[in-house]
């Protein structure tokens, strides 16, 4: 009796799931395979053979270009945010909840306005350069430049790679860390074969919830990168909402949902080693 409850309680977001999720994608799949699907359905391959098109491979480079700047986006967010994330671990649980909602407290601001912020921060005559020029410094002159969208993802996306990463630490045994300090590890062994190992779980959910929306972004590179660094985002946006050819766009779109998938298989799974192997 209290599964068929259940089930019937889950019925509102099945439904909800159906119409705003898989209703969605399945059209976008099925319009990738149109030449013009606003004027009728006929299937072909050819907006994929033209995203392909190794004569001219100008939307392969900028997918390319996209892949590049969201791995490099996705790497400094795990050497920042593993760190970040170790520590306040390790917080007492009121500090810890503190550092944790300041962590939070910028997603709650609306997106563009964030990267508007770094735009005011970034341009010439902004608030970084006239600190710069007052020290006697030379300016920065990153702006409109790739290493600016680089900056806006990592500022963006962040808290994606700190929050799970996190989470998974603040679950680990605290028994299985002193039972390997007791048996005479270092500080640094400690983290290499009990820490880190059983944290792979969260490092690989950071991963991949930090180099989606870093390969699919456009607003950041359109505003921080100027339009000079397109990246695949971009392209999507302006098949839809310039040239008006949904079937390219979709087939860009169902390119890089699977491209996602790929990358979401081959990040570390969930695997916890054994912390019972030699710590010595």
Do not use: H
């Amino acid at each position: 009796m209290n599964n068929k409850k259940s089930q019937w309680l889950a019925l509102p977001y099945a439904v909800y799931a159906v119409i705003f999720i898989a209703a969605p994608l399945l059209l976008i799949v099925l319009y990738s395979f149109c030449t013009d699907p606003q004027n009728g359905i006929d299937f072909t391959m050819e907006n994929f053979v033209r995203f392909f098109d190794f004569a001219n491979p100008m939307y392969m480079q900028v997918l390319w270009r996209s892949i590049y700047l969201a791995i490099i986006s996705t790497i400094i967010c795990l050497l920042l945010g593993y760190p970040m994330a170790y520590i306040l671990s390790q917080l007492s649980p009121r500090v810890r909840g503190v550092v944790s909602v300041l962590f939070i407290l910028p997603m709650w601001m609306n997106f563009l306005l964030r990267t508007y912020s770094w735009m005011s921060l970034l341009e010439k005559t902004g608030l970084i350069n006239r600190l710069l020029e007052a020290l006697s410094l030379p300016s920065l002159d990153i702006m409109y430049t790739q290493w600016a969208v680089v900056l806006g993802n990592v500022y963006n996306f962040l808290p994606f790679m700190i929050l799970p990463i996190y989470n998974v630490l603040i679950k680990i045994d605290k028994s299985v860390v002193e039972a390997a300090q007791d048996l005479g590890a270092p500080p640094y062994r400690v983290f290499t074969r009990v820490i880190f190992p059983l944290s792979l779980g969260g490092v690989a959910s950071g991963i991949t919830m930090t180099f989606m929306p870093a390969v699919t972004t456009f607003v950041i590179s359109k505003l921080l990168g100027g339009g000079q660094n397109t990246l695949i985002g971009d392209l999507i946006e302006k098949q839809f909402k310039v040239t008006g050819n949904w079937g390219f766009g979709s087939a860009m779109s169902v390119i890089i949902m699977v491209l996602i998938l790929i990358a979401m298989n081959i990040t570390p799974g969930d695997k916890e080693e054994s912390a019972g192997g030699t710590l010595l």
